[in-house]
């Protein structure tokens, strides 16, 4: 066991499978047993813990784990003081932010926050709704939903405010959103003791720089291919602006040729590669990427 250890946590459930990908992906070697909370990192430095993402940010806070990755909407629900490494954008569905609504039945008659006055609301996050309601002026009854929060209006609760990636689920009950609270992501946080500790604060930057490289990797691919020095402008032309591609010259007895390299966004490419074919690139070659260091 390494001398110095940092402890990290990691969140258990709905995101725990992309999470434990996405550490895969930055590099290190994941392995999970189902039965147990301690997932095997790869890395002696480091001590992992599997654990609901609603209780990792006080865990964090009173420093009994250095730093994990938890929900921006648990560290206001929390009302905790961490660092905020950076924001890792994905979620169990895909690489987007989420957000929290208010909701209601569709045949209510609440159509906005002041309709709520003297209303019953359920929801995980009873904190933030109190807070949020309070500096709109309004007083309702907020009671905590244990789950199957969309499911309780309007028989039990007059509107619920819920997370939500895409707003399926809350259509699927007969739900109609009115407002937006906030939008959420996961974040990278850490205590600030193990912030100001030099060696500490060197691997959760580490960590950072590796998990946000493999997340800038999954929205683009590498793009290889030659061209007549003549058709260069026309090649470069082609590709997107800002892009600086590596120009490399070929060794050819005849007409001058050159190697093109660059990096791309995946949603282009299939509108890019016949432009670049048009513009004289031949021998093109589209390979997926690992981490992108930015």
Not at 64 to 89: F, H, N, Q
Not at 241 to 262: D, F, I, M, Q, R
Request: aromatic share 6%; hydrophobic share 45%.
């Amino acid at each position: 066991m390494s001398e110095r250890q940092l402890r990290i946590g990691l969140p258990k459930g709905s995101l725990q499978n992309s999470t434990v990908e996405l550490f895969r992906k930055a590099g290190f070697s994941v392995s999970v047993d189902e039965r147990a909370y301690s997932p095997d990192l790869g890395d002696p430095e480091l001590w992992g813990v599997l654990l609901r993402a609603q209780e990792l940010p006080l865990y964090i806070d009173h420093g009994v784990l250095d730093c994990g990755l938890t929900g921006y909407d648990w560290i206001l629900e929390r009302g905790v003081d961490l660092v905020e490494v950076s924001d890792l954008i994905y979620a169990k569905g895909g690489m987007r932010p989420y957000r929290w609504v208010l909701a209601v039945h569709e045949s209510s008659d609440i159509h906005g926050v002041q309709d709520l006055q003297g209303k019953r609301i359920a929801t995980e996050l009873v904190d933030v709704t109190r807070r949020w309601l309070a500096e709109h002026g309004v007083e309702a009854e907020v009671e905590f939903s244990w789950g199957a929060t969309e499911a309780k209006c309007p028989d039990l609760v007059d509107a619920v405010i819920e997370g939500t990636e895409t707003g399926s689920t809350l259509r699927a009950n007969n739900l109609r959103i009115i407002d937006t609270l906030f939008e959420s992501c996961t974040k990278f946080v850490a205590n600030r003791d193990a912030w100001a500790d030099a060696w500490k604060r060197a691997k959760i930057e580490t960590i950072s720089l590796l998990l946000n490289a493999a997340l800038a990797a999954e929205t683009k691919v590498g793009l290889k291919m030659n061209a007549r020095e003549a058709d260069l402008p026309a090649v470069i032309a082609a590709l997107p602006a800002l892009k600086n591609p590596t120009v490399s010259p070929l060794a050819n007895g005849g007409e001058p040729w050159v190697a093109v390299e660059t990096i791309v966004d995946t949603a282009i490419v299939k509108d890019l590669i016949p432009a670049l074919k048009a513009a004289g690139a031949q021998g093109i070659i589209e390979y997926p990427l690992t981490k992108v260091v930015v």
